[in-house]
């Protein structure tokens, strides 16, 4: 190649990079806003809807609850903060100097009778907490904003966030931004400021919440490197639809569809129940009928429901609360932990086999020893690989995800497949419960059968967390 050809080539190239970097940084949801580099922001407190009177009232656990079924989270100290001071550490997120009433700061505190409020969810408790309700409607105040279209940070609801900062009293949660009479003590509503009073499940009148995302990475998942380049190719904006055209197979008698009835004529105390053959899939249910939702992405507050399927490619990147949703809007319901144990290990106390096909592991027998951490694989040379759990294209490489029943020794006797390895389950259980393991390991948190992890609460999501449903027969 010539000089002129060859800075032509660098040109094109350059222009490729930048275009790259563009759609990156552009690519939070319509309705969030970019808080620093990795992290999206909802443009309003919740619900996230302009124009609507904030939640208030709120615990931080109904504030990490509501945001798990949008499939976001509850914002952290650290994603709040930075969408409020930007990167020029504005003190206020409009700017360098304080404006009383440009954000919704200035109502005269009406003192609280807490006795009613602690009677919540009583009407007294609902009632008082609307008497001291000062806030105003979501982007009200047009000036209380951030360059980059983030609305009422200070002021109107305190907002309950995940604390990532040391602070008195070491609760979990602090609340940021003061609310609509200011910040305790009357300093003015700037974005250092923390109330960090209260536990996350204390109710107060003043406090709502917001909810925050990691960031799209729209970057290339294959880095150029020297050598050969794997023949691996995957767009994590891309949808596919690798479940398109299957449905379920009848259920055992008794159980409905897809479901296989575990436990039948076995002795003791344990009921027969039905659970789904196969770790679970998502269908999207639209005014047009119903679609297969891609299993490389999460449904965010999208109308799903649950379906079992043989060969299909089971939905990771979901987290507990949708997957109880999903279950529930197929008249299902999330496995209970021991239903699930019975179900896998053939008893409902200790004792029962370690692996879904017995005593003696049988490495291959079920999708349970890649390798290679699919992060790891797909973003080589990355400085922290593992903040990439939530990328659509881990499921996608080769050797990663296996399609449902396509490990045949991987079946308990009443015909369940892959409990053990492939997708992590998450079954029914308040704090945040998965078992079996997942392609990667099914050792390290108990062998097989015996594998928990209690490691994530509920609205926890990443590409290794899948589920399936039960039901009374
Ligand atoms: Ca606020
Ligand atoms: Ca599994």
């Known amino acids: 190649m010539d000089s002129g050809g060859f800075q032509a080539a660098l040109a094109a190239l350059l222009l490729l990079l930048t275009a790259t970097q563009a759609k990156a940084e552009s690519a939070c949801p319509s309705d969030m806003a970019a808080a620093g580099r990795v992290s999206c922001i909802d443009r309003f407190e919740a619900p996230n809807r302009e124009g609507e009177r904030p939640f208030t009232g709120k615990t931080a656990p109904e504030g990490e609850a509501w945001c798990g079924l949008q499939g976001k989270l509850l914002c952290t100290e650290d994603q709040w903060m930075e969408a409020c001071e930007g990167e020029e550490h504005r003190p206020f997120p409009y700017g360098h100097s304080y404006e009383k009433s440009r954000c919704v700061d200035e109502k005269t505190w009406i003192p609280p ?44 609801t305190a907002e309950w966030v995940l604390a990532t900062r040391p602070h008195p009293n070491g609760h979990r949660h602090v609340m940021k931004g003061c609310y609509w009479s200011g910040c305790y003590g009357g300093s003015a509503p700037r974005f250092g400021f923390t109330n960090p009073a209260h536990p996350g499940g204390f109710r107060t009148y003043e406090a709502g919440f917001r909810c925050c995302s990691p960031r799209p990475q729209t970057l290339p998942a294959a880095l150029p490197a020297a050598g050969p380049q794997p023949a691996f190719a995957c767009d994590p904006t891309v949808h596919p639809a690798p479940n398109a055209g299957l449905s379920e197979a009848p259920g055992d008698p008794g159980c409905p569809d897809g479901m296989a009835r575990i436990g039948a004529g076995a002795s003791g105390p344990f009921k027969t129940f039905c659970m789904d053959r196969y770790e679970a899939s998502l269908v ?32 990771g990147y979901i987290n507990g609360l949708q997957a109880a949703a999903a279950c529930a809007a197929s008249g299902k319901r999330l496995c209970t932990s021991s239903e699930w144990l019975r179900a896998c290990s053939g008893k409902s106390g200790p004792g029962g086999r370690i692996y879904p096909y017995g005593n003696t592991r049988r490495p291959g027998a079920c999708q349970d020893a890649r390798a290679k951490h699919p992060a790891v694989e797909l973003f080589p040379g990355h400085p922290n690989p593992f903040s ?31 409990l053990m390895g492939n997708l992590h389950e998450w079954v029914a259980d308040e704090a945040g419960t998965f078992r079996g393991g997942f392609y990667v390991d099914t050792k390290i948190n108990g062998e097989g059968c015996r594998y928990v992890t209690t490691a994530h609460t509920r609205p926890h999501w990443d590409y290794s967390t899948g589920f399936r449903c039960c039901a009374e027969l």
């Open 113 to 156: 009778n807490w006795g009613a409020i602690a009677s919540y969810p009583a009407e007294a408790g609902k009632r008082e907490i609307e008497r001291l309700n000062q806030s105003e409607p979501a982007g009200s105040r047009e000036g209380c904003a951030t360059p980059e279209g983030v609305m009422d940070l200070t002021g109107n």
């Open 284 to 315: 999207e249910l639209t005014p047009e009928g119903e679609r297969p939702w891609s299993p490389f992405h999460n449904p965010g507050p999208r109308k799903v429901r649950a379906v079992a399927l043989e060969g299909a490619v089971p939905q």
């Open 388 to 418: 990439m759990i939530q990328h659509a294209c881990l499921n996608q490489l080769p050797s990663s995800l296996a399609r449902t029943g396509s490990h045949p020794e991987c079946m308990v006797p009443e015909g369940a497949y892959d």
